[in-house]
């Protein structure tokens, strides 16, 4: 199995759809994140989970909606969204904070996200 | 400001030569830590070589190193006999300390590598 897995690869939804973007990582880590890379633009940080908690929303509408059932898992709910949310979306993984010097985050392929 | 600068957009390099990638950051913590990572068309975002603001030794990573000049706030990423396949988009990223696990990415340089 490789590290960080995310699932679909691709997905194209209307405005007025729901979806679901599903994370899932393999490395025993117990922090996870989402973040989008949009065009021309630097990463940036949605959520922060550490042992299923969310500890981190940077300012993200609501209608994208985190959820983290265990520690390997993670899922990002999608509902009417809107043409700009279309993007790369990215889930990544590490040891939490003040486990170790690197913390260093693992991430996966990513989502392409295009919103109609 | 940024709090990470990447003042290349885009690179070509001629393959088996080195090549250095610029990246300054803006921090006042004293602990912190650097981060390269490597972004091919797929998409992933794959880790490269990490650095503490207290290692007082460069970090090299096989073909990868880290030059770290501290008072400079530098961390050019080095890549040392180029191949075809680190065509890519690079990001340097920024860890600091305060409590949180928040990386700050730059814009990224696009690296081509010609045969």
């Known amino acids: 199995e490789t590290g960080v897995t995310q699932t679909p690869r691709h997905l194209v939804m209307g405005m007025t759809n729901k979806k679901s973007l599903k994370c899932e990582q393999h490395?025993?880590?117990?922090?996870m994140y989402w973040y989008k890379q949009s065009a021309k633009k630097p990463l940036e940080l949605m959520f922060v989970?550490?042992?299923?908690?969310?500890?981190e929303n940077n300012s993200v509408p609501s209608r994208f909606s985190p959820e983290c059932p265990n520690s390997s898992h993670l899922f990002l709910h999608l509902h009417t969204l809107q043409p700009e949310d279309s993007a790369l979306y990215l889930c990544?993984?590490?040891?939490?904070?003040?486990?170790?010097?690197?913390?260093?985050?693992?991430f996966g392929p990513g989502t392409r996200l295009l919103v109609l | 400001a940024q709090k990470i600068t990447q003042t290349q957009p885009g690179m070509f390099v001629q393959e088996k030569e080195a090549v250095t990638l610029d990246c300054t950051y803006d921090?006042?913590?004293?602990?912190?830590?650097l981060f390269w990572y490597k972004q091919p068309s797929s998409g992933e975002m794959i880790f490269l070589i990490y650095?503490?603001?207290?290692?007082?030794q460069n970090a090299t990573e096989g073909r990868y190193s880290l030059n770290f000049q501290k008072a400079r706030k530098s961390a050019n990423l080095v890549i040392s006999a180029s191949q075809l396949g680190d065509s890519a988009m690079y990001f340097c990223a920024m860890r600091e300390s305060g409590g949180n696990e928040k990386l700050t990415f730059g814009t990224g340089t696009r690296l081509t590598i010609i045969p």
């Open positions: 921090t006042s913590d004293q602990s912190y830590g």
């Open positions: 650095q503490g603001s207290y290692d007082e």
């Open positions: 989970y550490n042992f299923k908690e969310q500890t």
């Open positions: 490395l025993g880590h117990n922090a």
């Open positions: 990544a993984s590490s040891q939490p904070r003040g486990t170790s010097d690197q913390e260093t985050q693992y």
